[in-house]
Antibody
Framework: QVTLKESGPALVKPTQTLTLTCTFSGFSLSTSGMRVSWIRQPPGKALEWLARIDWDDDEYYNTSLKTRLTISKDTSKNQVVLTMTNMEPVDTATYYC?????????????WGKGTTVTVSS | QSVLTQPPSVSGAPGQRVIISCTGSSSNIGAGYDVHWYQQFPGTAPKLLIYVNTNRPSGVPDRFSGSKSGTSASLAITGLQAEDEADYYCQSYDISRIGVFGTGTKVTVL
């Protein structure tokens, strides 16, 4: 059974750096074609794709947020970490991680339940 | 941030057919990238509904179907049921090598 779970602080102050961890089971990120993405959803708004890391360590970032985001993986711990610098109130959202199992397409077949992050002083 | 455009809302009576459109551009759907659809109930994570344009994951009822043509895609719900009331998002890929989502559509069952 494939599962993913997001963890991190529920509250961060403006200008701080957010660090989120996605801990997964049931698959290996060293398997060819496997990918893990981060997506967020502000309250009442649409989904926004943030970043992705692939089995071969390739990294991809939302163009608008690229300067603030870093994604990394620890294959031995089955974890993917996302850091976002210089947090602002507009970054308040539920953050999800999700798996993409296909080497030729980019759908996300299993999602974590999400973690809610509020940015406020 | 969304680069795929969906109608904000669609509605229909039980048993009717509703269609949700997803309009992209030559840099994403029109570039040949697949379209996928997700269903999201309030307070829960999105769930994969349709992948690679037309495919249903195991357990998804066959009243849900997807199609793609040119720079657009559509999700059809045939035989609308009360339990289908949810938000629906399309998703594709962009030539800039990033994922893109639609603006989202709320389906209301009258």
């Amino acid at each position: 059974q494939v599962t993913l779970k997001e963890s991190g602080p529920a509250l961060v102050k403006p200008t701080q750096t957010l660090t989120l961890t996605c801990t997964f089971s049931g698959f290996s990120l060293s398997t060819s074609g496997m990918r893990v993405s981060w997506i967020r959803q502000p309250p009442g708004k649409a989904l926004e794709w943030l970043a992705r890391i692939d089995w071969d360590d390739d990294e991809y970032y939302n163009t608008s947020l690229k300067t603030r985001l870093t994604i990394s993986k620890d294959t031995s711990k089955n974890q993917v970490v996302l850091t976002m610098t210089n947090m602002e109130p507009v970054d308040t959202a539920t953050y999800y991680c999700a798996r993409s199992p296909s080497p030729v397409s980019y759908y996300m077949d299993v999602w974590g339940k999400g973690t809610t992050v509020t940015v406020s002083s | 941030q969304s680069v795929l455009t969906q109608p904000p809302s669609v509605s229909g009576a039980p048993g009717q057919r509703v269609i949700i459109s997803c309009t992209g551009s030559s840099s994403n759907i029109g570039a040949g990238y697949d379209v996928h659809w997700y269903q999201q109930f309030p307070g829960t994570a999105p769930k994969l509904l349709i992948y690679v344009n037309t495919n249903r994951p195991s357990g998804v009822p066959d009243r849900f179907s997807g199609s793609k043509s040119g720079t657009s895609a559509s999700l059809a719900i045939t035989g609308l049921q009360a339990e289908d009331e949810a938000d629906y998002y399309c998703q594709s890929y962009d030539i800039s090598r990033i994922g893109v989502f639609g603006t989202g559509t709320k389906v209301t069952v009258l």
